[in-house]
């Protein structure tokens, strides 16, 4: 085997960047890490979400504390501010997003058994309250991360790659 050098990478990178973007949102709804925020950016870089949807409290660019994380992805990928994540989640429905909430709930099924349909939006809540219920009309499904240890929940970055993964794979199965 042989890795390939930072060169190598950086050439690869270039040519897989002029894919088009998959018809997959996400919304972060009062996330208070602006650390989080950088990391949601720079995974939804490397997924190929179409833009980021910044509301509530959730912090947004420019600010140091996303830069560090994001790595310049903040610079990349599409992203809005709006005050009030219902405005947003209301507009999506009308141009026929399925919304997807990451969050346990009597309706989740594990992200895995989930076949996201196009287009679609992934709703992330707040680190310790998770979405917020004035959200949960607009909801088409619920999906979640089983937790078997003593912790009930994943950070909201890590939960967020695995399961934005699992849905770019998805969507990418069905050739979209």
Known sequence: MRKFTHHEIVQRQSQKMRERRLPFCVLLNNIRSLHNVGAIFRTADGVGIEKIWLCGITGYPPR????????????????????????????????????????????????????PKVPCCLVMGNEITGVEEKLLPFGDAAIEIEMVGIKNSLNVAVAFGIVAYHIRNSLRRARV
Request: charged share 30%; aromatic share 12%; proline share 4%.
């Open 64 to 115: 140091s504390e996303i830069t560090k994380t994001a790595l310049g992805a903040e610079k990349r990928i599409p992203w809005e501010y709006k005050k009030e994540a219902t405005t947003v989640l209301a507009q999506l429905k009308k141009a026929n997003y399925q919304i997807i909430f990451l969050e346990q709930m009597e309706e989740s099924i594990p992200y895995q058994k989930f076949r």
